[in-house]
């Protein structure tokens, strides 16, 4: 199911030998798991590779700094194997583009909205102009909230051949069906899985849901 699954598994722990034992009971169930600074933080970046044993990997740096710091951020990213990055737009073109070259056959993601609240202080007002360098950089995809349905099908609408994949379903309210009835390609969801008591369970639970809400599209 790894291929056809849309659902992005969203690994946000400490340590390595806890990752694996989640990243075990994901392999054949997910598209990808995607990692966070957390276990980046305690495991070093060679975690990519041993998760990539039971999925492909999905680096989420949000990467934000000049173009040279995030060429060499991306690079060392890629010479990892992982399958994509995530990266912000915010910090401009010139430093999107060093991303998107150094990515190689990475997938990038870049960030255009969030799933907090307080992603309506600031980043939601500029979605527009985000979502514009995101196409103009040739971005494969980009992130858009799972549980704020309205945000997401507004830049389904405008976001042409873009991929987009949406966190917040799970523990911050969204639900799987409703964010892919709303435009999302691919679903993010994290603690409502891995705090879950039967992991694998519940990740089959929402690939169910997923299946049936693209059946009503």
């Not at 040279?68 to 990055?85: C, D, F, H, P, S």
């Not at 549980?147 to 609408?157: G, M």
Request: some cysteine.
């Amino acid at each position: 199911m790894t291929q056809e699954s849309r659902l992005i598994l969203a690994l946000d722990v400490y340590g390595v030998e806890k990752a694996e034992d989640i990243a075990k009971q994901a392999e054949g169930r997910v598209r990808a798991i995607k990692i966070n600074w957390p276990l980046v933080m305690t495991s070093g970046i060679g975690v990519v590779q041993r998760l990539s044993r039971y999925a492909e990997v999905l680096c989420d740096l949000k990467i934000a700094d000049i173009p040279n710091t995030n060429r060499l951020i991306t690079q060392k990213v890629n010479e990892m194997g992982a399958w994509g990055i995530i990266t912000h737009i915010f910090t401009g073109s010139d430093s999107l583009k060093a991303v998107k070259e150094a990515s190689g056959e990475m997938k990038v993601f870049g960030v255009v909205a969030m799933s907090h609240p307080g992603a309506s202080e600031f980043m939601l007002g500029f979605r527009d102009r985000l979502l514009a360098l995101a196409k103009e950089a040739g971005l494969f995809g980009i992130i858009a909230p799972g549980n704020n349905y309205e945000v997401t099908k507004e830049l389904r609408s405008r976001a042409g051949t873009l991929k987009i994949a949406s966190p917040g379903v799970g523990a911050q309210g969204g639900s799987a069906s409703d964010a892919i009835l709303s435009g999302a390609d691919y679903i993010i969801s994290g603690r409502s899985i891995y705090e879950s008591d039967n992991p694998s369970v519940e990740m089959d639970l929402i690939n169910e849901e997923i299946k049936q809400a693209i059946g009503l599209k």
